[in-house]
Nanobody, 124 residues
Framework: VQLQAFGGGLVQPGGSLRLSCAAS????????IAWFRQAPGKEREFVGG????????DYADSVKGRFTISRDNAKNTVYLQMNSLKPEDTATYYC??????????????????WGQGTEVTVSS
């Protein structure tokens, strides 16, 4: 059972990046998926999440209108599209899966499976 987050990299301010979260060893269909991030010297924070059906999402205020989470259950993958990136978005991004697929939790303790993280650096 494994989650793998990938797609990070270096991007200029105002640019875009799409992260992917792929599952292996289990089916993501009934899991709620969230993205968290942790910047150097800071605590991990909730970015956003999506319910298992993909019909509802929730985002932190800091990313609303710029980030979009979607899922393709056929590919067992969840995406985080990040637009209008800012230097303060620089962090390691993690995806996490919750068995309570009908809710989006901002509390990291609600998530059972975690990916290893992918680094995003926004800098000119």
């Amino acid at each position: 059972v494994q989650l793998q987050a990938f797609g990070g990299g270096l991007v200029q301010p105002g640019g875009s990046l799409r992260l992917s979260c792929a599952a292996s060893g289990f089916n993501l269909d009934y899991y709620g998926i969230a993205w968290f991030r942790q910047a150097p010297g800071k605590e991990r924070e909730f970015v956003g999440g999506i319910k298992w059906r993909g019909d509802s999402t929730d985002y932190a205020d800091s990313v609303k209108g710029r980030f979009t989470i979607s899922r393709d259950n056929a590919k067992n993958t969840v995406y985080l599209q990040m637009n209008s990136l800012k230097p303060e978005d620089t962090a390691t991004y993690y995806c996490a899966a919750s068995l309570s697929g009908s809710m989006v939790y901002s509390d990291s303790s609600r998530y059972r499976y975690w990916g290893q993280g992918t680094e995003v650096t926004v800098s000119s």
